[in-house]
């Protein structure tokens, strides 16, 4: 954590029984001296938020006991070495970039013809780095650039990695086809617990993400991209699936370029090869089977801007529909959710969907400034223990049937002026509905 550290020694070469270097936050230091490579009993490298950090050394892959490499958040960290994919023991890789060719070397003439400007580089290692290292057990790509072929992506060997439990992919930079034919190539082992797919630009999910049984085990999905409110549908059948959070960003703020590049021929053709290969292909659906609960087993959920219309429906998903749920679906859906929280949604409604989940137990809004009223079926939310309502100025009164929510322990509004002075106690209109409620909060300010 010395924030003022520009290098190091080249005497730590001489520290041969060191067991961990933890180099958090140092700011100015952009490298390490190549004597790193003399630590050959260093497991543990921590390198986060090193902002200014742009090299490892080459020499690090003498590191041969090195189990965690920690480079979150190392922006200006320009490429791999080449051999690092020689490390045995490596389990956390929290930071691998993988750089296609920069936007200002692409030929206009020839948009299909685009390689890896790393490949050409004899020092740099790219994602064929990746494809041997099958101790990992948390690994972040990070994807920039244009790419041609989905086999880019595929020579990092993820599905043949049995203890990967977390994974990130990255995106930043790159048209949307580069982000969709990268992470159809990006498809990891069913072991998978935890999956973030960050900064997606593209329109669709790979096929190994669509629920039917390529990742039986994943419980934690995160996922921010501008297209997200496509493909939520394409999640609901994941079974083991506890955690979802949604983030929808505007494409303004994930990449200025706005090209788009087209895969090859040969792009198309491993892509379906993959999916023919894929030995965890899920069986055929009967049109006669009763169907199954969507999101079985999700129990909480996070939904962040606008993923819906302002009238409360789902925007459209990746056929052009709008997302919504029949009636015989909507009751079979969420049947264990606990939480959910939408933060800066700009509409007016709850969704159907969510206004009867029976399991629900905490419902929490954040900075949701369109929001005009809660419905008057909060009361079927028989399990409801926390109701949270931040800056929604909109919202002028409370529904009646919130006093007959009997398991309702805390309920705070914050922020939404107009209902304040209801709420106040004792004397507001809606004082009577909260005050069978333990913890009640009512400010104009959040503190």
């Known amino acids: 954590h010395c924030k003022e550290l520009q290098e190091l020694p080249g005497e730590l070469g001489g520290l041969e029984k060191l067991l961990a270097l933890d180099l958090r936050s140092c700011h100015k230091l952009e490298k390490l001296p190549g004597s790193i490579g003399k630590l050959t009993n260093l497991h543990s490298l921590d390198l986060r938020w090193c902002s200014s950090f742009q090299e490892l050394p080459s020499s690090i892959i003498k590191c041969v006991n090195l189990r965690h490499l920690r480079l979150q958040e190392c922006r200006q960290l320009k490429h791999m070495p080449l051999g690092l994919g020689n490390l045995p023991h490596l389990q956390t890789l929290d930071w691998f970039v993988a750089r296609g060719q920069s936007w200002s070397s692409i030929d206009p003439n020839s948009p299909n013809e685009c390689n890896q400007s790393d490949a050409a580089d004899d020092h740099v290692g790219g994602l064929a780095e990746l494809n041997h290292l099958n101790s990992v057990?948390?690994?972040?790509?990070?994807v920039d650039g244009c790419w041609s072929s989905v086999s880019e992506a595929m020579v990092a060997n993820l599905q043949a990695k049995e203890k990967l439990a977390e994974l990130c992919i990255r995106f930043d930079g790159g048209s949307r086809k580069d982000h969709e034919m990268m992470l159809q190539g990006f498809q990891p082992h069913a072991n998978l617990i935890t999956l973030s797919i960050m900064n997606y630009r593209g329109e669709t999910l790979p096929s190994w993400l669509n629920g039917q049984g390529y990742l039986p085990n994943v419980k934690e999905i995160r996922i921010s991209g501008t297209e997200v409110h496509?493909?939520?549908?394409?999640?609901a059948r994941l079974p083991s699936l506890k955690v979802l959070d949604i983030w929808m960003r505007p494409k303004r703020e994930i990449i200025e370029n706005t090209a788009t590049v087209g895969p090859s021929n040969e792009s198309m053709k491993a892509d379906a090869t993959a999916d023919e290969a894929n030995p965890n292909r899920g069986p055929e659906t009967n049109a006669d089977t009763p169907?199954?609960?969507?999101f079985p087993s999700?129990?909480?959920l996070r939904l962040t801007t606008s993923l819906f219309d302002v009238d409360g429906r789902w925007r459209s998903n990746s056929r052009g529909e709008c997302f919504r749920l029949g009636a015989h679906e909507s009751a079979n859906a969420f049947p264990r959710l606990k939480q959910l929280r939408f933060?800066?949604?700009e509409?007016?409604?709850?969704?159907?969907e969510f206004q009867q989940v029976p399991s629900l137990e905490s419902l929490l809004f954040f900075g949701c400034r369109q929001l005009k009223e809660i419905p008057d079926c909060i009361d079927s939310l028989k399990s409801l223990q926390e109701l949270a309502i931040y800056s929604s100025p909109k919202l002028t009164l409370l529904p009646k049937q919130i006093a007959n929510l009997a398991n309702l322990k805390y309920f705070a509004v914050v922020g939404c002026p107009n209902l304040v002075e209801r709420c106040r106690k004792p004397s507001g209109e809606d004082w009577?509905?909260?005050?069978?409620?333990?913890?009640?909060?009512?400010?104009?300010?959040r503190q």
Do not use: M, N
């Open 343 to 345: 933060d800066f949604l």
């Open 291 to 294: 169907a199954a609960p969507l």
């Open 347 to 352: 509409w007016e409604v709850v969704p159907k």
């Open 230 to 235: 496509r493909y939520l549908g394409s999640l």
């Open 298 to 300: 999700l129990e909480r």
């Open 432 to 445: 009577p509905l909260i005050q069978h409620v333990p913890h009640v909060r009512v400010t104009i300010r």
């Open 137 to 142: 057990k948390e690994l972040t790509i990070c």
